[in-house]
């Protein structure tokens, strides 16, 4: 399937998902404010790290290797059979520990022990979680676009359904009880549409353990692990930074810009994430990669520059209907932060490429250096610029991070014997 297929069916999920956010955030805005909004950014920067080190790490590789070994069902299978045990032993772990220390994250977490409940729905339902996600990676490493769009789209009308009726009925309780089970029901429906497949059999992703792919996958796990650990613990430091600088409510009106960030950019982070990496995959010359980096750039960057540009000159509108005026001070972050937007896809683009050629030492030092350089930075430019300081230091890192990954990313590819 080419890029503009591709990114048609997507466009259709991104709509819908758009759509769905777009309610979302109305009704978060509404019940839980400002606040809540920097609440629930460190309860979601905390699920992003436990599903990762519970077996989502792991599923870069699974698209991989599914998508490179198209032709060889039998390989195919020990990735995946290597894929489901690791992400059912580690899931398990993990729900175990959650369990365990649930008044411990309560308090640290929510600063209140009260709210210790939501880690046991998030420890019932994590395997639910970590499996969804494994079926989505395997769809999408056998171009399986339609019912990967199709899975998406039923995420996205689960996530306002229980979301909505959640956070209307309980505030910010039952908003944080629906980020912990929503994306585990919708396992459901993607088995659904797996088990109709000729390739799903269950018996196929559990048993012994290829210990040649079980290394394999561990190097993407590596990558993930340096992404996400460094990436969320620098999201939770800048918030607390934040909140001794300026309140809590101001690092809700950050949480609130980085969701718009994510609202609009979707369609090209989701193209990039389910056509690229297949895609990048299976070149095998440095000529090849190279053109399809370009199209990227070609087709993708003018994207997001037309994205930000809308956003920009129809931003008061924008906050005031997605949000409430009580949002209105994020409106200072937004010229900054869009910059850094475009940046941030035009370096995802290298990113990919590095992930799909498994350039493991380039990619975890680059994304760990800058992952932590972010914090320092942004504390120079908050002391010169104030609160828009946060989104300056956000472009000028990711400006630096798209230059040296480029240059080192297609210097070391050259060096690949491919």
Same mark, same amino acid.
């Given at each position: ?18 759509? =769905? ?12 404010? /400002? ?127 229980? =979301? ?120 095998? =010359? ?15 960057? /003018? ?25 209105? /001070? ?89």
């Amino acid at each position: 399937m080419n890029l503009l297929k591709t990114s048609v069916l997507n466009g259709i999920a991104v709509l819908i998902k758009t759509a =769905t956010m777009f309610i979302l955030n109305k009704i978060l805005a509404v019940y839980v404010g /400002p606040a809540g909004y920097a609440i629930i950014g460190q309860f979601q920067n905390f699920i992003q790290m436990v599903t990762t080190f519970a077996g989502t790490a792991i599923n870069n590789g699974v698209v991989k290797y599914t998508a490179e070994y198209y032709e060889d069902e039998i390989k195919q299978q020990v990735v995946w059979r290597t894929a489901g045990t690791i992400v059912l032993f580690f899931s398990f772990v993990f729900s175990l520990l959650i369990l365990i220390f649930q008044k411990q994250l309560a308090v640290y977490i929510f600063h209140v022990e009260s709210f210790q409940s939501i880690f046991v729905w998030f420890a019932i339902f994590l395997l639910f979680f970590t499996f969804n996600a494994l079926l989505l990676a395997i769809l999408n490493g056998k171009k399986e676009v339609f019912r990967l769009v199709l899975a998406n789209i039923v995420g996205s009308i689960f996530s306002l359904i229980i =979301t909505s009726m959640l956070a209307v009925k309980y505030g910010l309780y039952g908003a944080l009880v629906s980020l912990s089970i929503y994306q585990s029901l919708v396992f459901f429906v993607t088995f659904f549409l797996c088990y109709k497949s000729d390739w799903f059999r269950l018996s196929y992703f559990f048993g012994q353990i290829d210990k040649e792919v079980a290394g394999k996958l561990a190097a993407f796990a590596l990558m993930a692990f340096v992404s996400v650990f460094f990436g969320n613990i620098s999201q939770i430091i800048l918030r607390k930074l934040i909140i001794s600088e300026f309140g809590l409510s101001y690092a809700g009106y950050w949480e609130a810009m980085t969701r718009l960030s994510t609202g609009y950019l979707m369609l090209a982070s989701t193209v990039l994430g389910v056509y690229y990496l297949p895609k990048l995959s299976e070149l095998q =010359t440095y000529s090849e990669i190279k053109k399809e980096v370009s199209n990227g750039y070609k087709y993708i960057l /003018p994207l997001a520059i037309i994205a930000s540009v809308i956003v920009y000159i129809l931003r008061d509108y924008i906050v005031k209907i997605m949000f409430t005026e009580k949002f209105m /001070p994020m409106l200072e972050l937004m010229f900054w932060q869009l910059i850094g937007d475009v940046i941030k896809i035009g370096s995802w683009i290298v990113s990919f490429m590095m992930l799909s050629k498994a350039m493991t030492k380039l990619f975890i030092i680059t994304e760990a250096f800058f992952l932590i350089s972010i914090i320092p930075l942004t504390m120079i430019f908050m002391s010169f610029f104030g609160y828009k300081g946060i989104s300056i230091a956000f472009a000028v890192n990711g400006l630096v991070y798209w230059v040296v990954c480029s240059v080192f990313s297609f210097k070391n590819l050259k060096g690949i014997k491919l």
